[in-house]
């Protein structure tokens, strides 16, 4: 397709991916008009981190309508990873319409729907299974490469010392950690999702 914006790609893709969801019992076409994707920023994540974080699932009482906002890394541009995020990040969109908030973000019930949908690995940097990477590639075939190219974010000069501040976006608890420890682990979780960099 051409003359097509990262939204509208985005967009197109979520449609190819409702039917992953609902043929494994996961009916997220029931929520389909709320799932709302961008090519963005993460929320809570400073310019000078390394972008550990490469898509993020905004929850629905943080806006107005009620929205499932799916935010993607403006540092990817393959095609096919980001699709493999987006599908992660609709994961959670339905993990929390169908449990709420009462749920760890990466736990059992991240991981049934997960592999349900064809992701693997570890839970919180899943990717794509072989066969999902084969539905993803006829896909890009149908709708074109992302229309996107990568933002690189390393020429800027780093801060040597500074320890992040996290915060749990529920109840406001504040902790800190280094850049390298949130690389090597993760974000921590508090109140059973995961900590935000402030």
């Not at 084969?134 to 390393?154: C, M, Q, R, T, V």
Request: charged fraction near 25%; charge should be positive; include cysteine.
């Amino acid at each position: 397709m051409e003359n097509i914006n990262r939204e509208t790609w985005l967009n197109l893709m979520i449609d190819k991916a409702v039917p992953l969801f609902d043929n494994a019992g996961f009916k997220i076409s029931d929520i389909r008009t709320k799932l709302k994707p961008s090519c963005s920023m993460m929320v809570g994540q400073r310019k000078s981190s390394k972008f550990g974080a490469i898509g993020q699932h905004l929850p629905t009482d943080w806006n107005a309508k009620k929205n499932h906002e799916l935010l993607i890394s403006p540092v990817l541009e393959d095609s096919v990873q980001v699709v493999g995020v987006l599908i992660h990040e609709m994961v959670h969109a339905i993990q929390r319409k169908l449990y709420g908030k009462g749920v760890k973000a990466h736990g059992k019930e991240f991981k049934a729907i997960a592999i349900a949908v064809g992701l693997q690995g570890k839970m919180t940097a899943t990717t794509e299974s072989p066969e999902l990477k084969i539905k993803i590639e006829n896909w890009i075939k149908e709708l074109g490469k992302y229309p996107h190219n990568k933002i690189n974010f390393d020429t800027r000069k780093k801060q040597s010392t500074r320890m992040n501040k996290l915060i749990c976006m529920n109840c406001g608890f504040i902790a800190r950690a280094s850049t390298g420890a949130v690389n090597k682990f993760g974000l921590p979780e508090h109140c059973n999702q995961e900590m935000m960099i402030d």
